[in-house]
C-alpha cells in the first residue's frame, strides 16, 4: 500500500525489473506513473502494475541522459497529477568495463546516466518537494560504491559518487517534509546482469524491491538488500591493497 504520501508515485526508469516491482507494492489505491523511453511500450508493465491495485497507470516519455528535460517533466507531472508522493530513480546502466577502459567516450556515458542524470533528477525533484512540504525519494545506490574495484570501478565509481550526494541531500532535506531513503543492493539478478555469475549474496528484483518498500514504510534513512551486505561493505574497506585488486566482480 502506497502511505508513503497522497501524491502519485512516479518510477523513473519504468522499464526497470526493480522500479516496477517496487510500484507493484506501492500500487494499492495510487496513481502511478512509469516513465521511461519509448513510453508507448511498457504494456507489459503496466498490466503488471494495475494488477496489483493501482488505481489508474500512466506512461511518460522520460529519457535519464536529456538533462533539460527533468524540469519541464516534474512540472508537467505536477500540474497532471498533483505534487509527486513518492519518486523511485530506477534508471542506470551497467556498462561494460572491459570497453570503458579504452574507450572514454562509454566510460563517460555510464557516469553520465549513473551520476550525472541522477544528480539532476534529484535536485529538480527535491526543488519541487521541498515547495509541496512533502514527499519521498527512493536513490538505489550498490555495494560496487563502497570501494572502488578493479572489475568494475567506472560503474562503482558513479555509485560512490551518487551514495555520497544522496547521503548530503537526505541531511539537506532534514526537517523538510521530504525524505530521502538509499537503497544498497548487492548483485542483482536480472537483466542488467543477464549472463554474469551471481556474487554471495545476490538478490532478485523482487527482493530488493521488499526491502525498499519495508525501509520506506519504516522512515528509514539506509537500507542494505539482503541485510548481511552491511557487514560484507565493512569487510571490504578492510581488505588490504593488494588483495583488494584481485577481487573479481
Not at 572489475?151 to 560512490?160: E, F, I, Q, R, T
Request: hydrophobic fraction near 50%; proline fraction near 4%; aromatic fraction near 6%.
Amino acid at each position: 500500500m502506497n502511505d508513503t504520501g497522497a501524491g502519485p508515485v512516479v518510477i523513473f526508469g519504468g522499464r526497470s525489473e526493480i522500479g516496477v516491482e517496487v510500484a507493484k507494492r506501492l500500487a494499492v489505491g495510487a496513481t502511478v506513473v512509469l516513465a521511461a523511453r519509448r513510453a508507448d511500450q511498457l504494456d507489459e508493465q503496466v498490466s503488471a502494475v494495475r494488477a496489483a491495485g493501482a488505481t489508474a497507470v500512466r506512461t511518460v516519455e522520460f529519457d535519464a541522459d536529456d538533462l533539460a528535460s527533468h524540469g519541464p517533466l516534474i512540472q508537467r507531472l505536477t500540474n497532471e497529477h498533483g505534487p509527486i508522493g513518492t519518486a523511485v530513480l530506477a534508471f542506470g546502466i551497467l556498462g561494460d568495463q572491459a570497453r570503458a577502459e579504452a574507450d572514454a567516450e562509454h566510460a563517460v556515458a555510464v557516469v553520465q546516466t549513473d551520476y550525472v542524470a541522477q544528480v539532476n533528477l534529484l535536485t529538480h525533484l527535491a526543488t519541487a518537494m521541498r515547495a509541496a512540504d512533502s514527499g519521498a525519494l527512493v536513490v538505489f545506490s550498490s555495494i560496487a560504491g563502497v570501494r572502488g574495484r578493479r572489475a568494475n570501478y567506472v560503474y562503482g565509481s558513479a555509485k560512490a559518487g551518487l551514495d555520497a550526494f544522496a547521503n548530503g541531500l537526505a541531511d539537506a532535506l532534514h526537517g523538510s517534509g521530504v525524505r530521502l531513503l538509499i537503497v544498497r543492493p548487492g548483485f542483482v539478478i536480472g537483466r542488467m546482469t543477464q549472463g554474469m555469475e551471481p556474487a554471495p549474496l545476490s538478490s532478485t528484483p523482487a527482493q530488493v524491491a521488499d526491502g525498499t518498500v519495508r525501509a520506506l514504510h519504516k522512515g528509514r534513512r539506509t537500507v542494505w538488500v539482503p541485510a548481511p551486505l552491511a557487514v560484507l561493505a565493512f569487510a571490504f574497506r578492510m581488505l588490504p591493497q593488494f588483495v583488494w585488486r584481485r577481487m573479481p566482480r
